[in-house]
């Protein structure tokens, strides 16, 4: 794991930066202390980061979470009967990796995973656009339309028009110019400059901006604009913050339901994020799902019991970690020890950080994310690839992750239902001299009840005196649905003087007396 500890080590300290914010916002989006959230970063790290069969996939709370944890705590009567519900979902989902429920996770279209990178993309450089003009009404981490402050993603930009900060607004700029900097020109110069990330030298210069404006009355950013790490005041009050499950209601129905809706969203967000990573992955390996699931599963445990949000594999800090050159599952690990040392020893320091320089950071992941070029690469692919990943992009964009995917994903089936229907049968007219017409239909190598419609409207619209050679020499499955509009269409075919001869695997046959007899009721399996 740390052989390729040069690449880690920088690309951990980069994710530790995008991570940290994250954390912080998603637990005041989800209404759950802010603690809960460093917590979970924490446990996704180094719980799940060393259990996790992913080299490059980074775990923590996820904002497609928020909505319903702020939901739950209210419902279940406070935030330790929700830790329990946290607990209870890990263990379901332990259960979904022993019955290994991760094959779900192949069956995503690559048309809806490429609208959920971009579509992330999108969202995170709009949702950064507020607060890199030092407007930081709506927490980091809510990436949902409907914002947790009363707002939308592009009202908020438009109140921002009215709320720029000035000291936010010119740090922001000196932070992504650094890294534009870094990364065109730096990087490709000496090798110093891979190895100190540009991200790295834009919040220590944020923070030197900071301490050296802090008094001055027009570049001054007060607190509200700064990452908000919790300090406590000594030891005892640490770890006074940790909470801890209600195993008292065990038995409520509405703390399993609960349980059971984590584990479900947190299981299918893992997986979609897994599928995306392995694809954004330069080195393409390939994440074992089920090992994911039991990983992800053991962190709730953990995070539950300890008073952490719930856990999952998150695409930003997994997209952060591949941009910034990591290379195996130690950035993801060292990232979440970062998290733990710096909340006990440098919170103050930490809390000196200005948000636009997260924010211009944050920029550049999605940009990479989002890429122009894959608009155009995609619409050059045809309707069938395009039309699943800009539906996918406008839903994550205009409601929020799960459901932009879920749209998408119902696009995907019916643009699969439309070729299938499309594609069950070839016809070919071979001969119409002496008023009789020769028709061919070949029938695809898999012909089930998606293919009713097409086959039937094609028999119906055989001519009288049709003489019909009906081929299933290279059907492997034919549902019994197929063979019942077959059976119908023989009295058909008598009233309008067609003649039929099949040929199959068991024989050619004119004018069978039934096709239930023929084909013995069992479809096509070889």
Not at 168 to 177: D, K, Y
Not at 488 to 493: G, M, P, R, S, T
Request: charged fraction near 15%.
């Amino acid at each position: 794991m740390f052989k390729t500890i040069k690449n880690d080590l920088p690309a951990s300290i980069v994710v530790f930066f995008v991570a940290l914010p994250l954390c912080l916002g998603i637990a005041l989006a989800s209404g759950a202390p802010l603690f809960s959230g460093l917590i979970a970063g924490i446990v996704g790290g180094i719980v799940v980061g060393a259990l996790s069969g992913s080299k490059i996939g980074v775990s923590g709370p996820a904002a497609g979470l928020a909505a319903i944890v702020l939901t739950a705590i209210g419902e279940l009567g406070g935030f330790n009967n929700f830790l329990l519900a946290v607990v209870l979902g890990g263990i379901i989902q332990l259960m979904f990796g022993i019955l290994k429920a991760g094959i779900i996770g192949y069956y995503f279209p690559s048309s809806v995973i490429k609208g959920m990178l971009t579509g992330i993309g999108v969202i995170i450089i709009l949702k950064q656009i507020p607060h890199f003009f030092g407007y930081d009404a709506d927490p980091e981490g809510d990436f949902a339309f409907m914002q947790v402050d009363g707002e939308n993603t592009f009202s908020g930009i438009f109140n921002t028009i009215n709320n720029i900060g000035t000291g936010s607004t010119v740090i922001g700029f000196i932070g992504l110019g650094i890294l534009l900097l870094w990364e065109k020109i730096l990087v490709k110069k000496a090798k110093i400059f891979q190895l100190i990330q540009g991200p790295v030298v834009a919040v220590i210069i944020g923070i030197i901006f900071y301490t050296i404006t802090k008094t001055n009355d027009v570049l001054g950013i007060s607190s509200k604009h700064l990452v908000s790490v919790p300090v406590p005041e000594d030891i005892t009050s640490f770890f006074g913050q940790f909470q801890f499950p209600n195993f008292s209601l065990i038995s409520d129905s509405s703390i399993w339901v609960t349980a059971f809706t984590i584990a479900l969203v947190a299981s299918l967000e893992t997986l979609l994020c897994v599928e995306a990573t392995d694809k954004i992955d330069p080195n393409k390996n390939i994440t074992p799902t089920n090992r994911e699931l039991l990983a992800q599963g053991t962190g709730n445990i953990i995070s539950g019991l300890i008073g952490g949000l719930p856990v999952t594999q998150v695409i930003v800090r997994s997209s952060a970690n591949i941009q910034s050159g990591g290379k195996s599952k130690a950035s993801t690990v060292i990232h979440g020890f970062l998290l733990l040392i710096s909340i006990i020893l440098i919170p103050n320091l930490l809390n000196k950080i200005p948000l636009s320089v997260l924010a211009a950071v944050l920029f550049i992941v999605g940009f990479k994310l989002a890429k122009p070029t894959l608009f155009k690469k995609m619409y050059a692919l045809g309707w069938k690839q395009f039309l699943p990943f800009i539906v996918t992009v406008l839903g994550i964009v205009f409601i929020d992750l799960l459901k932009g995917i879920g749209l998408g994903l119902a696009i995907g089936i019916i643009v699969i239902l439309i070729k299938s229907y499309q594609n069950s049968h070839f016809l070919h007219i071979e001969d119409v001299s002496n008023g009789v017409h020769k028709i061919k239909m070949t029938l695809a190598e898999e012909v089930t009840f998606f293919n009713k419609g097409a086959i039937l409207k094609e028999l119906n619209n055989l001519p009288r005196n049709t003489y019909l050679e009906l081929d299933v020499r290279k059907t492997r499955y034919l549902d019994n649905d197929i063979i019942e509009i077959l059976e119908d269409f023989l009295f058909k075919a008598r009233e309008k003087s067609i003649n039929i001869k099949v040929f199959s695997e068991r024989g050619t046959i004119e004018n069978p007396k039934s096709f239930v007899d023929f084909f013995k009721l069992r479809p096509l399996i070889k």
